[in-house]
């Protein structure tokens, strides 16, 4: 079973890697971009097991290891 | 209109992050993982515009600057 996992940073919390890659679209003639976030991605493999299962233990590896809840959302789906 | 862009690295391209994170995973009591790999997510604000043109664009920002096609492989989807 394969996760993939979503972890961006919160509404208003302030994003300068974003803001630079912005910068740098403008200066490579994008010029029509309001906005740029960045994040990050995880493909994690999980062997056999439910798919309930699999959802309560990447919550789990979100919230212990791979997001920083403080300031980072996550949202995750499991694929076959 | 809201592009929302994957980069990950090509199948067969070594990635110690994704390594690293496996190894802390596991030794935070996930053991039933088999393989994680680490990416890139961004989420890229377009003004106005059609989608296909949307989708020409994002394509040249990926291949231009944020991804390295060479050991990156991109997929994108936009929304309104």
Same sequence: chains 1, 2.
Avoid: H, W
């Amino acid at each position: 079973m394969k996760a993939k996992i979503f972890v961006t940073l919160k509404k208003g919390v302030l994003d300068p890697q974003g803001k630079t890659i912005q910068k740098a679209l403008g200066s490579l003639g994008f010029k029509n971009i309001d906005d740029v976030r960045a994040g990050k991605y995880f493909e994690v493999n999980i062997k056999n097991g439910a798919k309930k299962k699999a959802e309560a233990e990447v919550k789990k590896m979100c919230e212990r290891l791979l997001a920083n809840t403080v300031i980072e959302d996550y949202t995750f789906k499991i694929e076959k």
